[in-house]
């Protein structure tokens, strides 16, 4: 009774293997060449750093405690 979990796992490991070593087919069309500049929403990403930054800056210069 206890074999028949090992060939079930061993065999699904095996099938597992076989499908990650079948060759693969050339890339679909309109895929772009790995290596490009990463453009898109760059500044929009800078600017919302930037004005979350002076956001919690702000936030820590007024919510400062006063020392008693």
Request: no cysteine; charged share 10%; glycine share 12%.
């Amino acid at each position: 009774m206890k074999i028949v979990p090992v060939i079930i796992l061993s065999a699904f490991v095996l099938f597992g293997a076989s499908a990650y070593a079948a060759p693969q087919g050339p890339p679909p069309p309109g895929v772009p060449p790995p290596g490009l500049p990463i453009d898109g929403g760059v500044v929009l990403l800078l600017v919302a750093a930037l004005g979350y930054g002076i956001y919690k800056i702000n936030q820590l210069k007024f919510h400062k405690k006063t020392p008693m």
